[in-house]
């Protein structure tokens, strides 16, 4: 019985990393973390994905808009627009939420030993993504030896290992290995804006919207949206 | 202008690093996580302090009675009994929370990051304390390494440093420490029962009891209960 925790936020990397780790793990929680992000209707969309696939799911609140510090979670701030995907920068960009993943692996890791996991899975990547320090390798590996050193379970030598199995490829390749693996992205979102319909100036939009483009798709939330006259064909 | 962030509970050992850590840097905040534990009186008590000391306080509540796991925070649990230290086991304690200062030190570095703290200064200890595997010197470093490789001031050469003064002290030589420095303990509980008046039977009421008896003194907390009448002399 193989046991794992998904970091899922509803978003496109995550939804793929809910279906690798359904393919992977014999049974698997979902924790998604409502942190008072821009972009709260991720959440609803989340529980949704959740019920669809009969996944059991928590829904953790931990307010980090009293730390503030990012556009995400600082409604007095704007949130950076582009029109190219070329024009985002490669300095950490203001969307970056204050060391975000290390409270979330935290609480997974909290969660998780409590369920007796084995592995923390999360759709971290690094190639065409925001700069963001807490999704690179490094870090990983860093969080993986915090929790080792600071649980029972990792002092009793099962560890819980952290797998971010699309930390290498480009959004692109994780795309195509959730479509391998049957997934349904119609409901998950990326756009920062808190919108439903993509707002296609924020970095994630652009990004999204440039891997479907590079596997020659349409992108499933596009398709739905369409279908539900909710944007125009 | 040097800037820290205490990790302040409460506690006799946080309370002491208050102290130390106003000795140190010329401006502190202090983080106290109200996280669902039983004994939910040391926050109000740690308000108190802040209040006398003149300090800038976050109260931070994440709920860690949604994952349980340990008598701190399952009402449903019995809390260990003893009569006597010796028999506070060598294992890990049902007091455990899992993972609970990998959540706390995550939370801290983010508003830290924000704050534009050095370090983050904490009150663990580890020779005369319950056996918890995130208090220990190797799980702060792991701590302050994922810190490093999860932040944008990491990345950029600032990382912030986790100081874990007392980590080999013991309880004794934490508050001759704190005495030193002017500490007033009247207001610091240690409790689990959640009691203003201590349970004399957890163990950290025993080793806490403990430590006073070594270096020949009452505790505060004592002198203010009988003061006060709560406590006959």
């Known amino acids: 019985m193989k046991k794992a925790l998904v970091l899922f936020s509803g978003g496109l990397d995550s939804t793929t990393a809910l279906y690798w780790a359904k393919s992977k793990f014999s049974q ?3 924790l998604t973390i409502d942190y008072g ?4 209707l ?3 969309f ?15 609140r931990v307010d980090l808009t009293q730390f503030g510090g990012s556009t995400l979670t600082d409604l007095n701030q704007e949130l950076p627009q582009y029109h190219h995907v070329e024009e985002i920068q490669s300095g950490v960009p203001s969307t970056y939420v204050p060391f975000r993943n ?3 692996l935290s609480l997974a890791a909290a969660w998780g030993e409590v369920l007796g996991i084995e592995a923390i899975i999360c759709g971290f990547n690094t190639i065409d993504s925001p700069n963001y320090p807490d999704t690179r390798s490094s870090f990983v590996q860093a969080m993986e030896k915090a929790i080792q ?19 290498d490829l480009k959004k692109s390749e994780i795309i195509q290995t959730g479509l ?12 920062y804006s808190g919108q439903e319909v993509p707002c296609q100036k924020c970095a994630a939009c652009l990004l999204r919207a440039q891997a479907w483009s590079e596997i020659g798709q349409e992108d499933h939330l596009i398709t739905r949206l369409k279908k539900e006259g909710k944007i125009k064909n």
């Open 42 to 44: 991720e959440i609803e």
């Open 102 to 104: 290390g409270i979330f």
């Open 149 to 167: 050193e600071g649980t029972k379970v990792g002092q009793a030598g099962q560890n819980i290992k952290i797998l971010a199995p699309f930390v």
């Open 37 to 40: 992000q821009r972009h709260r």
């Open 28 to 30: 698997i929680w979902a």
């Open 46 to 60: 989340a529980q949704k994905i959740c019920r669809q696939l009969g996944l059991q799911q928590k829904i953790f």
């Open 180 to 191: 391998a693996l049957g997934a349904d992205y119609s409901y998950s979102l990326s756009c």
